[in-house]
């Protein structure tokens, strides 16, 4: 009985901490053709993301939050997404995105976009570089 409690103590917590969801599109590649963010209380925001983003694009969707390190489990603050974009051998441009939210400012956020773009292609360096796609406050 006791475990019972806990583990509906811990999905109670899952349905109703706050939540920024990022997911992105990618085409066969790899290369990223397409994001979303969308905010809400519970992981139940990630499904609305993606649902979202199929609407627009096609290709492979993927979740790229539910990392406390990257901010996404922040009640309310800054958000950034930065994108990567260099040139393949094929001659085409392979895309990636990061984006981290932070409670105090803009370049925290950006510092954690930068973690969760890296988490996610391994093979970006800073030669590489990145811009900021978008930014904004949520609460």
């Given at each position: 009985?006791?475990?019972?409690?806990?583990?509906?103590?811990?999905?109670?917590?899952?349905?109703?901490?706050?939540?920024?969801?990022?997911v992105?599109a990618?085409?066969?590649?790899?290369?990223?053709?397409?994001?979303?963010?969308?905010?809400?209380?519970?992981?139940?925001?990630?499904?609305?993301?993606?649902?979202n983003?199929?609407?627009?694009?096609?290709?492979?969707?993927?979740?790229?939050?539910?990392?406390?390190?990257?901010?996404?489990?922040?009640?309310?603050?800054?958000?950034?997404?930065?994108?990567?974009?260099?040139?393949?051998?094929?001659?085409s441009?392979?895309?990636?995105?990061?984006?981290?939210?932070?409670t105090?400012?803009?370049q925290?956020?950006?510092?954690?976009?930068?973690?969760?773009?890296?988490?996610?292609?391994?093979?970006?360096?800073?030669?590489?570089?990145?811009t900021?796609?978008?930014?904004?406050?949520?609460?």
């Amino acid at each position: 009985m006791r475990l019972l409690k806990l583990f509906s103590e811990k999905r109670s917590f899952f349905d109703t901490a706050p939540h920024v969801a990022f997911v992105v599109a990618k085409s066969s590649n790899g290369s990223t053709i397409g994001w979303q963010i969308a905010w809400g209380k519970g992981v139940k925001i990630n499904t609305k993301a993606r649902k979202n983003l199929k609407k627009k694009v096609s290709g492979k969707v993927i979740f790229q939050s539910a990392h406390e390190e990257h901010g996404h489990f922040s009640p309310r603050g800054f958000w950034v997404v930065i994108k990567s974009k260099r040139n393949l051998s094929s001659n085409s441009d392979f895309i990636s995105y990061g984006m981290g939210a932070d409670t105090g400012s803009y370049q925290n956020a950006e510092e954690k976009a930068l973690l969760n773009l890296r988490h996610y292609d391994s093979d970006w360096n800073e030669s590489h570089g990145y811009t900021i796609s978008k930014k904004g406050v949520f609460h």
